[in-house]
């Protein structure tokens, strides 16, 4: 593996309210962008894609059962995603492992005309966005 850039992340770890099914949402999505299973324990699940890994995990240290994007703190994760017809594959694949299309009625252009995108939420709330890359 090369040395990671300075700045690039080391992990990103996600705390949960149900495991299996972060599971089936998280682990779905994060194979279709190229991570492979990294780690795995009664609590937790991680992917690793080069230097970089994504942590889901029910940890027993959770003080609220839900996740709400619009209070302070992570609004979302945005991933590249090489190509417009990509983008598009994944969104509507999206919807059979536990993910709703975000804006759909401005979809693929929510974030502008020039923005070629999916923005998507899971069932506990978590939101990510798939952005094609540029000149795709």
């Known amino acids: 593996m090369n040395r990671p850039t300075t700045g690039t992340p080391h992990h990103i770890e996600i705390w949960v309210p149900d495991l299996d099914r972060a599971v089936v949402s ?9 991570y492979t299973p990294f780690q795995s ?16 995990e029910q940890s027993p240290d959770l003080c609220a059962a839900d996740h709400d994007r619009r209070r302070p703190g992570l609004n979302h994760l945005a991933f590249h995603v090489d190509g417009a ?3 598009d594959v994944l969104a509507r694949r999206a919807t059979q492992h536990g993910w709703t299309l975000l804006f759909a009625d401005r979809h693929p252009h929510a974030g502008g005309p020039e923005h070629h995108a999916a923005y ?3 069932a506990d709330g978590f939101e990510v966005e798939l952005v094609a890359m540029s000149g795709c």
């Open 120 to 122: 998507l939420e899971n």
């Open 41 to 56: 324990w009664s609590a937790g699940r991680s992917w690793r894609l080069g230097p970089t890994y994504i942590v889901v």
């Open 85 to 87: 017809h990509l983008v």
């Open 26 to 34: 998280w682990g779905w999505l994060l194979s279709e962008l190229g």
